[in-house]
């Protein structure tokens, strides 16, 4: 029966209509990415090569310079937390990441006093700034697209809630880029059917969800699917590349 599946999505991938959107979340060097969301300039630079070729297209607080060494490769995927450090940073996403933009702006801004750090931001962490913004949508070859203000669960918010980080976004961008913004992004992956209808009166084309697939003909807009590009030379990027376009 596997085979037999096997068979079938083979078929299905080589010979029915569709494409895939790459979802990418950083171009830069960390020294730890526990989500596994960055991708090295170095490893970005052969992936495109690759498209362009091949596609025609509490101890917590005292965490140790040891500690981080020993335990640098460290994923959330993993199951495993070797410390209080990585236990608490599964709890302080989970946490964050369901509240309302303000809401989380607080408790961060007390978790900076207890925690008796200064609030300066890493190179490699840091925001696209507005003239970078422009030069990347002059360029041609990127679309830029809404993602709402503070990247909340929008499942988690009222629709008027939803509304506000909608528009704002879409209406921020545009300011700053001086044509229309007609794509969106759900934070998380998450949405409702408040939002897509939000994002139709908004002006919305399309929107895309973190549900892993090719997009199909008969896809809908505003859930396209995305498949996430992790840190990879251009050898398992392409073999990864060509399993998604000819199953």
Same mark, same amino acid.
């Given at each position: 029966?596997?085979?037999?599946?096997?068979?079938?999505?083979?078929?299905?991938?080589?010979?029915? /209509?569709?494409?895939?959107?790459?979802? &990418?979340?950083?171009?830069?060097?960390?020294?730890?990415?526990?989500? =596994?969301?960055?991708?090295?300039?170095?490893?970005?630079?052969?992936?495109?090569? #690759?498209?362009?070729?091949?596609?025609?297209?509490?101890?917590? +607080?005292?965490?140790?310079?040891?500690?981080?060494? *020993?335990?640098?490769?460290?994923?959330?995927?993993?199951?495993?937390?070797? /410390?209080?450090?990585?236990?608490?940073?599964?709890?302080?996403?989970?946490?964050?990441?369901? =509240?309302?933009?303000?809401?989380?702006?607080?408790?961060?801004?007390?978790?900076?006093?207890?925690?008796?750090?200064?609030?300066?931001?890493?190179? /490699?962490?840091?925001? =696209?700034?507005?003239?970078?913004?422009?030069?990347?949508?002059?360029?041609?070859?990127?679309?830029?697209?809404?993602?709402?203000?503070?990247?909340? &669960?929008?499942?988690?918010?009222?629709?008027?809630? *939803?509304?506000?980080?909608?528009?704002?976004s879409k209406e921020c961008l545009e300011a700053i880029l001086g044509?229309? #913004?007609?794509?969106?992004?759900?934070?998380?992956? /998450?949405?409702?059917?408040?939002?897509?209808?939000?994002?139709?009166?908004?002006?919305?084309?399309?929107?895309?969800?973190?549900?892993?697939?090719?997009?199909? +003909?008969?896809?809908?807009?505003? &859930?396209?699917?995305?498949v996430v590009v992790r840190d990879?030379?251009?050898?398992?990027?392409?073999?990864?590349? +060509?399993?998604?376009?000819?199953?």
């Amino acid at each position: 029966m596997q085979r037999l599946r096997q068979a079938a999505r083979r078929l299905k991938y080589r010979f029915a /209509s569709h494409a895939l959107i790459l979802m &990418y979340h950083r171009v830069t060097e960390l020294p730890n990415d526990p989500y =596994l969301l960055a991708v090295t300039p170095k490893h970005f630079a052969e992936q495109l090569e #690759v498209i362009l070729c091949d596609c025609e297209l509490e101890d917590a +607080r005292t965490y140790t310079e040891n500690n981080y060494r *020993q335990h640098r490769d460290w994923h959330v995927e993993r199951q495993d937390d070797p /410390s209080s450090r990585h236990r608490l940073f599964r709890r302080l996403y989970a946490e964050l990441s369901a =509240l309302v933009g303000g809401e989380r702006q607080k408790v961060l801004d007390e978790l900076l006093v207890w925690a008796g750090a200064e609030r300066t931001g890493r190179r /490699s962490h840091y925001a =696209l700034t507005t003239e970078e913004l422009i030069l990347l949508q002059a360029g041609g070859l990127v679309d830029v697209g809404a993602h709402t203000m503070t990247h909340p &669960y929008l499942a988690a918010l009222t629709g008027a809630e *939803q509304n506000c980080e909608i528009r704002q976004s879409k209406e921020c961008l545009e300011a700053i880029l001086g044509c229309p #913004v007609t794509s969106f992004a759900y934070p998380h992956g /998450s949405s409702t059917p408040e939002s897509v209808a939000i994002l139709n009166e908004a002006g919305f084309v399309c929107a895309c969800s973190s549900h892993p697939d090719a997009v199909w +003909r008969d896809a809908d807009c505003f &859930y396209l699917p995305r498949v996430v590009v992790r840190d990879w030379s251009w050898k398992p990027f392409k073999r990864w590349l +060509r399993w998604w376009i000819d199953g």
